[in-house]
Nanobody, 122 residues
Framework: QLQACGGGLVQAGGSLRLSCAASGRTFSNYRMGWFRQAPGKERGFVAGIASTGGTTYFADSVKGRFTISRDNVKNTVYLQMNSLKPEDTAVYYC?????????????????WGKGTLVTVSS
């Protein structure tokens, strides 16, 4: 079970830190990622991190503004979001999979969190 939290309302240019804690089993050998769904749009990939934490992946729209990290002892993944823009407004979902790949497929994710809403005001 994945529980995401940390969403909220923030002004443009501000920062938020999302976290996603997993329970029920260890996920140290899983990739951990974040997806988001803006109003009226399809859900899409935002950021991901390999099981070892040594490799990270980002959508072009968030590169240089977002960072992702993980704590395998706590079974938790974090998404630090800086320089937020109104277009970052979305429900953010964490998701885990066991693929060995540089590509992130929504349909291939094994576990999903319920999502946390991020609203960025202009």
């Amino acid at each position: 079970q994945l529980q995401a939290c940390g969403g909220g309302l923030v002004q443009a240019g501000g920062s938020l830190r999302l976290s996603c804690a997993a329970s029920g089993r260890t996920f140290s050998n899983y990739r951990m990622g974040w997806f988001r769904q803006a109003p009226g749009k399809e859900r899409g990939f935002v950021a991901g991190i390999a099981s070892t934490g040594g490799t990270t992946y980002f959508a072009d729209s968030v590169k240089g503004r977002f960072t992702i990290s993980r704590d395998n002892v706590k079974n938790t993944v974090y998404l630090q979001m800086n320089s937020l823009k109104p277009e970052d407004t979305a429900v953010y979902y964490c998701a885990f999979d066991r693929l060995i790949s540089s590509t992130w497929y929504e349909y291939a994710m094994d576990y999903w969190g319920k999502g946390t809403l991020v609203t960025v005001s202009s």
